[in-house]
């Protein structure tokens, strides 16, 4: 989720953003979802209006670990790259813990038994 920090409107509309995610997609562990939190425009410093520490604040009181926050500036390419490597590896690390699916290291294959009639009329394939 991504808000301005030249603008307080912005970042009040966390909690509806959040919620609103949540009740759309109705993931099956609501208070785990892999959110981020991004100040974004922190190269217009003099006008920042969201002090760091309050979005801080609003990410540890959202679940028992805080949500990840990231200041960044798109404009001057700060910081968003590794945002999205967060938000990316926590996606990640949530698809593998809700992945039931067990894919093995190797994976065997043996040639198939032929009956007895078949052997002599054709080769495997």
Do not use: H
């Amino acid at each position: 989720m991504v808000y301005d920090v030249t603008s307080e409107k912005s970042f009040e509309q966390l909690n509806n953003w959040r919620e609103e995610f949540l009740r759309q997609a109705g993931p099956r562990d609501p208070e785990n979802f892999p959110f981020i939190v991004i100040g974004n425009k922190i190269d217009k410093d003099t006008e920042r209006r969201v002090p760091k520490a309050n979005a801080l604040q609003w990410c540890k009181s959202k679940r028992p670990t805080a949500i990840p926050y990231f200041e960044t500036s798109a404009k001057e390419a700060i910081q968003v790259e590794a945002a999205f490597l967060e938000v990316a590896q926590l996606a990640l690390q949530q698809d593998t813990a809700e992945s039931d699916v067990f894919i093995p290291d190797t994976i065997s294959f043996s040639k198939p038994q032929q009956s007895s009639a078949k052997a002599d009329n054709s080769s495997c394939c």
